[in-house]
């Protein structure tokens, strides 16, 4: 019987098995909070940035008022969101610390007036069904205790008609990027991670999810399993990472 890739992701957890993994997930990037902006730029040399200007684009043609960034972490998909003017943008995370981070950057960006940083779970949505014209999750999906879960309720949040976009880290198949990308992955990024955000296990949980994650036509049935329809995947960079769109 072919393995459930949904449940293979579940069981790799930052810290092991003796808590629920939703909780680990959420002390992890408590822990990394501080430093997360600057070592998400510095370990993708600012490739994360462009990645998600691209996914944000996508939504452009529904011209969407009302955006909900699930796993809004210190909120970057949420402030690239603006570029779409936006009324409203809700970002929601299960890091309070990743939260407070974000709330000082919209401050600072003047933008917090359009911008709401608020707690909540992707797999228990603080709100109404066909509450959102567009939903976003960058590098969220794969930290979910239930994906599936995750993008349901992302689904019954969206507006009949809406969008999502996904980004997601994929597993690229061609030498020599395939090569490449498995040394630094697995060899430099732990080290370089741990050294400067002072959690042992976060760079070293980040490769092992990826790799225990679906991708491509894996994923999209996830999608499709959650209830999304015209879904689509793009593939960033060689394969490095994935866009994908469902609409409902
Ligand atoms: C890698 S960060 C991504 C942050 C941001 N989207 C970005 O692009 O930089 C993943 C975030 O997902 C959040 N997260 C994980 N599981 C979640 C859940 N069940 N509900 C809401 N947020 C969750 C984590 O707390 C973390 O802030």
Known sequence: M??????????????????????????????IAAKYDFLNHFLSLGIDILWRKKAVKLLTPGNPQTILDVATGTGDFAVEALSLKPKRVVGIDISNQMLEVGRKKMKKKKVDETVEMRYGDS???????NTFDAVTVAFGVRNFQTPVKGLAEMNRVMKPGGKTVIIEFSQPQTFPVKQAYNLYFEKLLPGVGQLFSKDNRAYTYLPESVQAFPHGEDFLDLMKKAGYKNTKATQLTFGIASIYEGSK
């Open 2 to 31: 072919k393995e459930d890739p949904d449940n293979k992701a579940s069981h790799v957890t930052p810290y092991g098995q003796e808590t629920e993994k939703k909780e680990q997930v959420a002390r992890m990037f408590d822990n």
């Open 123 to 129: 797999e228990n949505l603080p709100f109404d069904d």
